[in-house]
């Protein structure tokens, strides 16, 4: 039998892997089981090359030869085949390739005796101790005073010979409990109530274990930076000052913060840009989408708002961490969105309450903050209040037309400040809108009608406005419910704004009314008043024809295009029969399409004459138009 496994190159002894245990300890267990000196000959038996023993596609050659399932250790290799083939994990979980120690690894010799196998959390380069046993971790061995290697003998065994024995001073506490929040996250144990971490151990265990790494990482440099500390990226440092940081959550986080920001130093009155160097660390990395983040955010929202009076926190970003502004100076910009009015409308009553103000400087500028607590908002509710883009979204309308219809009396608001918009009012104002038609009348043509939300697209959408809400027009259905489903008669909305424009301009038309009036293109209209043809006046929307010039045009001119439509050809045919016969012609230049021509009524029939006498067959006996008898 042994003979039958050594031929097959299966190893004598092949004992399963514990769970959580390291797969590079697997297999100097495997070696030290085998009787070998050192893994090498391990790997060297499996065909596997140095530079490649921990990845998962040399894992199938391992298992072979530990007569083992290949998922059991593509799951403990450092790069699973599954999900995310390119990118370092351990047990599953994503990590950057500096969070792995693969060279020089740390152990805890107690732990090993205890358990008889390495588990994987020893392979991340934060964990410097044992949290279970509060001992630094063994780095070297005691004989030789080299660094540890996954090369040696065995276990507990230097490849020197030397046993290993506990040669590391105690851990202290705080990093004990950080390190206890990585083990147990790293290996999917679960957090225990009363953690000494504190009130950071449950949210920290939540995050995933790259973004868990990743804030330890963050917060950890920066508190070595505030201290102005020689080496700031030793691992061992970072792991002591992220400890540190997260003990006594958030209080030391707030000192951390206050030890970073310098008042004489500071950009901006906003509390984002004036921390924006560790802000942009934080947030807006890609570990910054875990959702567990969120509590990092909200300390951060905190402190800004409670606990540093040199810059002002943004009301949206209160609101995302749901919490409500308490301190008493705000910005204009910050005032407008509390008094729910645009900035500009906050700026005037600013000023006109004469409100106490203080000047914030950064750099050579400076912002005025101002106190608003003797400013009374106690006469309605501001939660309720909205701005303008919102009010009109609710409606259905566009903030231009709802501006024009508060600016003349149709939208009138209770409100005590200027600008803004109470919903309650929005949606009174709604309902009176959709209450002017609940359906659509039964036996009328749809077809026949134009909706209220293609008007609106139009210039003309405020008169039609105000024609439904006075009942001038009247709308016989609505398709969807909406403001903008409102069903409006063609008819009638053609003759409301043939009256409105009577009203405006007079007796006038318009170029396209014109066009289609005597048959012509849009653009033509300017060359005939230049040519004194039609005569009209210049207005703020454009040229308006006068209804008695454009009679007279009627009466003695017509469009080339209307002779070619009777005479059933096109007009270039035309055109050169008018050469053939000298016939005068007026010729306007368009942009894209050929020029627009126009002929006298007289000089239309004439050629009319001469086409139909052409298409005329010659009576028989006939040749040329000239009798035979001649």
């Given at each position: 039998?042994?003979d039958e496994?050594?031929?097959?190159?299966?190893?004598?002894r092949?004992?399963?892997?514990?769970?959580?245990?390291?797969?590079?300890?697997?297999?100097?267990?495997?070696?030290?089981?085998?009787?070998?000196?050192?893994?090498?000959?391990?790997?060297?038996?499996?065909?596997?090359?140095?530079?490649?023993?921990?990845?998962?596609?040399?894992?199938?050659?391992?298992?072979?030869?530990?007569?083992?399932?290949?998922?059991?250790?593509?799951?403990?290799?450092y790069?699973?085949?599954?999900?995310?083939?390119?990118?370092?994990?351990?047990?599953?979980?994503?990590?950057?390739?500096?969070?792995?120690?693969?060279?020089?690894?740390?152990?805890?010799?107690?732990?090993?005796?205890?358990?008889?196998?390495?588990?994987?959390?020893?392979?991340?380069?934060?964990?410097?101790?044992?949290?279970?046993?509060?001992?630094?971790?063994?780095?070297?061995?005691?004989?030789?005073?080299?660094?540890?290697?996954?090369?040696?003998?065995?276990?507990?065994?230097?490849?020197?010979?030397?046993?290993?024995?506990?040669?590391?001073?105690?851990?202290?506490?705080?990093?004990c409990?950080?390190?206890?929040?990585?083990?147990?996250?790293?290996?999917?144990?679960?957090?225990?109530?009363?953690?000494?971490?504190?009130?950071?151990?449950?949210?920290?265990?939540?995050?995933?274990?790259?973004?868990?790494?990743?804030?330890?990482?963050?917060?950890?440099?920066?508190r070595?930076?505030?201290?102005?500390a020689?080496?700031?990226?030793?691992?061992?440092?970072?792991?002591?000052?992220?400890?540190?940081?997260?003990?006594?959550?958030?209080?030391?986080?707030?000192?951390?913060?206050?030890?970073?920001?310098?008042?004489?130093?500071?950009?901006?009155?906003s509390?984002?840009?004036?921390?924006?160097?560790?802000?942009?660390?934080?947030?807006?990395?890609?570990?910054?989408?875990?959702?567990?983040?969120?509590?990092?955010?909200?300390?951060f929202?905190?402190?800004?708002?409670?606990?540093?009076?040199?810059?002002?926190?943004?009301?949206?970003?209160?609101?995302?961490?749901?919490?409500?502004?308490?301190?008493?100076?705000?910005?204009?910009?910050?005032?407008?969105?509390?008094?729910?009015?645009?900035?500009?409308?906050?700026?005037?009553?600013?000023?006109?309450?004469?409100?106490?103000?203080?000047?914030?400087?950064?750099?050579?500028?400076?912002?005025?903050?101002?106190?608003?607590?003797?400013?009374?908002?106690?006469?309605?509710d501001?939660?309720?209040l909205?701005?303008?883009?919102?009010?009109?979204?609710?409606?259905?309308?566009?903030?231009?037309?709802?501006?024009?219809?508060?600016?003349?009396?149709?939208?009138?608001?209770?409100?005590?400040?200027?600008?803004?918009?109470?919903?309650?009012?929005?949606?009174?104002f709604?309902?009176?809108?959709?209450?002017?038609?609940?359906?659509?009348?039964?036996?009328?043509?749809?077809?026949?009608?134009?909706?209220?939300?293609?008007i609106?697209?139009?210039?003309?959408?405020?008169?039609?406005?105000?024609?439904?809400?006075?009942?001038?027009?009247?709308?016989?259905?609505?398709?969807?419910?909406?403001?903008?489903?409102?069903?409006?008669?063609?008819?009638?909305?053609?003759?409301?704004?043939?009256?409105?424009?009577?009203?405006?301009?007079?007796?006038?038309?318009?170029?396209?009314?014109?066009?289609?009036?005597?048959?012509?293109?849009?653009?033509?209209?300017?060359?005939?008043?230049?040519?004194?043809?039609?005569?009209g006046?210049?207005?703020?929307?454009?040229?308006?024809?006068?209804?008695?010039?454009?009679?007279?045009?009627?009466?003695?001119?017509?469009?080339?295009?209307?002779?070619?439509?009777?005479?059933?050809?096109?007009?270039?045919?035309?055109?050169?029969?008018?050469?053939?016969?000298?016939?005068?012609?007026?010729?306007?230049?368009?942009?894209?399409?050929?020029?627009?021509?126009?002929?006298?009524?007289?000089?239309?029939?004439?050629?009319?004459?001469?086409?139909?006498?052409?298409?005329?067959?010659?009576?028989?006996?006939?040749?040329?138009?000239?009798s035979?008898?001649?």
């Open positions: 039998m042994l496994k050594l031929n097959l190159g299966i190893l004598v092949h004992p399963a892997p514990f769970p959580a245990e390291s797969l590079a300890g697997y297999v100097l267990r495997l070696a030290e089981l085998n009787g070998y000196t050192s893994p090498w000959r391990i790997y060297v038996l499996a065909g596997i090359a140095h530079s490649r023993m921990l990845s998962a596609n040399q894992t199938a050659s391992l298992a072979r030869i530990a007569n083992l399932p290949v998922a059991e250790l593509q799951t403990m290799a790069y699973p085949p599954i999900a995310l083939p390119r990118i370092p994990c351990l047990l599953g979980n994503r990590v950057r390739p500096t969070d792995l120690r693969q060279r020089a690894p740390r152990i805890c010799l107690s732990c090993v005796e205890e358990k008889g196998f390495i588990e994987t959390h020893w392979e991340l380069s934060i964990m410097i101790g044992c949290p279970i046993h509060r001992c630094i971790a063994q780095t070297q061995c005691p004989g030789c005073r080299k660094p540890l290697s996954w090369f040696r003998r065995g276990l507990l065994e230097c490849s020197c010979g030397a046993t290993l024995v506990e040669t590391t001073p105690p851990l202290d506490g705080r990093v409990a950080l390190l206890d929040v990585v083990r147990r996250r790293a290996l999917e144990l679960n957090i225990t109530p009363d953690h000494p971490l504190g009130a950071a151990a449950k949210p920290l265990h939540s995050m995933s274990l790259h973004s868990l790494l990743g804030v330890i990482r963050v917060l950890g440099s920066r070595l930076m505030a201290d102005q020689a080496d700031v990226n030793r691992v061992e440092m970072v792991t002591r000052a992220a400890a540190d940081v997260f003990f006594d959550w958030p209080n030391n986080f707030f000192r951390l913060l206050r030890s970073i920001g310098n008042p004489k130093q500071v950009k901006g009155t509390v984002v840009s004036q921390f924006k160097g560790i802000y942009q660390h934080l947030f807006h990395t890609g570990a910054a989408t875990d959702k567990n983040y969120e509590f990092i955010k909200r300390a929202v905190e402190f800004g708002r409670d606990h540093w009076k040199h810059g002002v926190v943004d009301t949206r970003m209160l609101n995302s961490v749901g919490l409500v502004q308490s301190k008493r100076t705000y910005t204009q910009a910050q005032a407008a969105r509390y008094l729910g009015v645009v900035p500009l409308t906050a700026g005037k009553i600013l000023r006109k309450r004469r409100l106490p103000t203080t000047e914030v400087g950064y750099g050579k500028a400076s912002r005025r903050l101002y106190d608003i607590t003797s400013l009374s908002v106690r006469e309605y501001r939660n309720r909205i701005r303008m883009r919102d009010a009109a979204k609710r409606i259905g309308i566009s903030g231009g037309l709802l501006r024009r219809l508060k600016n003349n009396g149709y939208y009138v608001s209770r409100l005590p400040i200027e600008g803004g918009f109470d919903i309650l009012e929005v949606d009174e709604k309902a009176r809108l959709l209450g002017l038609n609940n359906g659509i009348q039964p036996g009328f043509p749809v077809d026949d009608c134009v909706t209220l939300g293609r609106m697209q139009t210039s003309s959408s405020f008169q039609v406005l105000v024609a439904l809400l006075t009942q001038k027009l009247q709308a016989v259905g609505n398709v969807d419910g909406t403001v903008g489903g409102f069903l409006i008669p063609r008819a009638d909305l053609a003759k409301f704004l043939a009256e409105e424009r009577a009203k405006m301009y007079g007796d006038a038309r318009t170029p396209l009314e014109v066009a289609k009036e005597i048959a012509c293109s849009p653009e033509a209209i300017p060359g005939l008043i230049s040519l004194g043809l039609l005569r006046r210049q207005v703020p929307r454009g040229i308006r024809v006068f209804e008695e010039s454009i009679a007279a045009f009627k009466q003695h001119f017509v469009c080339l295009s209307v002779v070619a439509k009777r005479l059933n050809t096109i007009s270039m045919w035309l055109v050169r029969d008018c050469e053939r016969q000298q016939i005068q012609v007026i010729r306007l230049p368009r942009s894209v399409l050929p020029e627009q021509i126009i002929l006298r009524i007289e000089d239309a029939e004439r050629l009319i004459r001469y086409r139909t006498a052409a298409s005329t067959p010659a009576p028989p006996g006939t040749e040329n138009g000239t035979s008898e001649q």
